[in-house]
């Protein structure tokens, strides 16, 4: 079996846990099976990840995923068809959309901590990455320290910007 078929698999399993049988869904899967929709957020520029195509289809590895992720829920509620409503999503709206039921699940590169597990949940993790900065060599910047009283630059709603304003 690919990794890619693993990790739709988690996080199928991770979505239908618990459910033995129709009368025993509750919540996300329950309204998917009743409504036959689920609601798949995706972002438009976070590549490779989710990303427009030049036909504006959301496209990526996180879509790839959650393409299979849509295909093990439609067999394990026995569907013969499964609507995919693709809803975008930013850094800031993804988790809040996730919460109030807006989308049922996002495609993308979520950073998995702490704080977030408060409000979704998430399977297994397909890609890690570390904060990183980039600045001109003649500005000297040689650790997170350095930063202290400077512009910084980063994507609202990121795990990277919320570090940098702790700082």
């Given at each position: 079996?690919?990794?890619?078929?693993?990790v739709?698999?988690?996080?199928?399993f991770g979505?239908l846990?618990g459910?033995?049988?129709?009368?025993e869904?509750?919540g996300?899967?329950?309204?998917?099976?009743?409504?036959?929709?689920?609601?798949i957020?995706h972002?438009?520029?976070?590549?490779?990840?989710?990303?427009?195509d030049d036909?504006?289809k959301?496209?990526?590895?996180a879509?790839?995923?959650c393409?299979h992720v849509v295909?093990a829920v439609k067999a394990?509620?026995?569907l013969?068809?499964?609507?995919?409503?693709?809803?975008?999503?930013t850094?800031?709206?993804?988790?809040?959309?996730?919460a109030?039921g807006?989308?049922?699940?996002?495609c993308g590169?979520?950073?998995?901590?702490?704080?977030?597990?408060q409000q979704a949940?998430?399977?297994n993790?397909h890609?890690l990455?570390?904060?990183?900065f980039?600045s001109?060599?003649t500005?000297?910047?040689?650790s997170i320290?350095d930063?202290k009283?400077?512009?910084?630059v980063?994507?609202?709603?990121?795990?990277n910007i919320?570090?940098?304003?702790e700082?």
């Amino acid at each position: 079996m690919s990794f890619k078929h693993v990790v739709a698999l988690a996080a199928a399993f991770g979505l239908l846990a618990g459910s033995a049988s129709a009368e025993e869904l509750t919540g996300t899967l329950k309204k998917i099976k009743e409504t036959g929709e689920i609601a798949i957020g995706h972002r438009d520029s976070s590549i490779p990840f989710s990303y427009l195509d030049d036909n504006q289809k959301p496209i990526g590895y996180a879509m790839d995923i959650c393409a299979h992720v849509v295909e093990a829920v439609k067999a394990e509620l026995k569907l013969d068809t499964l609507a995919v409503k693709l809803t975008p999503v930013t850094s800031a709206t993804r988790i809040p959309l996730i919460a109030n039921g807006t989308v049922d699940l996002e495609c993308g590169s979520t950073t998995n901590n702490l704080d977030r597990q408060q409000q979704a949940s998430f399977t297994n993790s397909h890609f890690l990455t570390a904060s990183r900065f980039v600045s001109k060599k003649t500005s000297n910047l040689k650790s997170i320290d350095d930063l202290k009283g400077k512009t910084v630059v980063s994507t609202a709603g990121t795990t990277n910007i919320k570090q940098v304003n702790e700082l």
